[in-house]
């Protein structure tokens, strides 16, 4: 296994269905009892392991998983509201460090509860039209709604994955 892509890298079928969104959608909708469950207790020696050398902490993952969501859910609601619109990239290794990454994860925990119920109610609402909806990023070109969601839901198993691996070293 590739530690770098422990659950392997995005895969988004090429005719995505809203049964595919439905099945992406429960995973987000259920992302944060799990993220909880596995980093409440934690003590700060734990949240300061990482899952391979150079990596991120386990806290900075789950505060970087939040800040992600965030960005993301604003280009799903770009996508949605704006003809092809372009958005930039944010540098995440920058994110990652800032002082709010200091913060108890709790507050990311919290934060992602409030973004992910409205990526789910979104999400549910959406119609097969809207799937090839699409904001072009500045650097990875033309991404759809459909790709967006398979990726909000990915993005958050890959970091969980990344968390367990490093609490188990």
């Not at 020696?45 to 050398?53: A, W």
Request: without cysteine.
């Amino acid at each position: 296994m590739d530690v770098r892509y422990p659950i392997g890298r995005l895969q988004v079928p090429e005719n995505v269905t809203l049964e595919n969104i439905q099945g992406w959608l429960k995973e987000i909708e259920t992302f944060t009892i799990r993220l909880r469950g596995t980093v409440a207790s934690l003590s700060d020696e734990e949240l300061s392991r990482t899952y391979r050398d150079g990596s991120w902490t386990v806290r900075q993952l789950v505060h970087h998983i939040a800040d992600s969501q965030l960005n993301m859910y604003q280009r799903l609601k770009l996508a949605l509201t704006d003809e092809n619109p372009t958005v930039v990239a944010f540098d995440e290794e920058k994110w990652a460090v800032q002082p709010d990454t200091r913060l108890p994860v709790e507050s990311s925990t919290q934060m992602l509860e409030g973004i992910n119920e409205r990526i789910v109610f979104l999400g549910n609402n959406l119609t097969e039209e809207q799937l090839d909806r699409a904001f072009i990023h500045q650097i990875d070109g033309k991404i759809t709604v459909a790709a967006k969601v398979a990726k909000l839901a990915w993005h958050e198993e890959h970091h969980l994955a990344h968390i367990k691996i490093a609490l188990s070293n």
